[in-house]
C-alpha cells in the first residue's frame, strides 16, 4: 500500500497538473483531449493539440463529441504524415 502511494508521488507530470485536468484528460493515439460539458444543454466540447496544431470541436452528447475528438485527431494526423517536405525539395 505505500509502495503505491510512493510510485505516485515521484510522477512529476501529475504533480503540475491540477485534479480537474487529470479528471477529464483522455487520451488517443497517444494525443491527449479533453471533454467537458459546456453551459447549454446538449453541448460537449472537446480540444486537443497534435504537433503543436491545436483543434477542437462539440458533439450533442459526451459520446458524440469523444468520437468527434477521436476522428479530428485522425485527421490531423493523416494531414501531417502526408505534408510535403518543401525544405528537402529537389537538393
Do not use: C
Not at 77 to 87: A, E, S, Y
Amino acid at each position: 500500500m505505500h509502495q503505491d502511494r510512493a510510485s505516485k508521488l515521484q510522477r512529476p507530470q501529475d504533480a503540475e497538473r491540477s485534479v480537474a485536468e487529470r479528471l477529464i484528460a483522455m487520451l488517443y493515439r497517444g494525443i491527449e483531449y479533453s471533454v467537458v460539458q459546456g453551459i447549454e444543454r446538449h453541448h460537449w466540447k472537446w480540444a486537443a493539440t497534435v504537433s503543436g496544431t491545436k483543434i477542437s470541436g462539440y458533439g450533442r452528447t459526451r459520446h458524440e463529441a469523444i468520437g468527434n475528438a477521436e476522428k479530428a485527431i485522425d485527421r490531423t494526423i493523416q494531414k501531417q504524415r502526408f505534408k510535403p517536405d518543401l525544405d528537402g525539395e529537389d537538393r
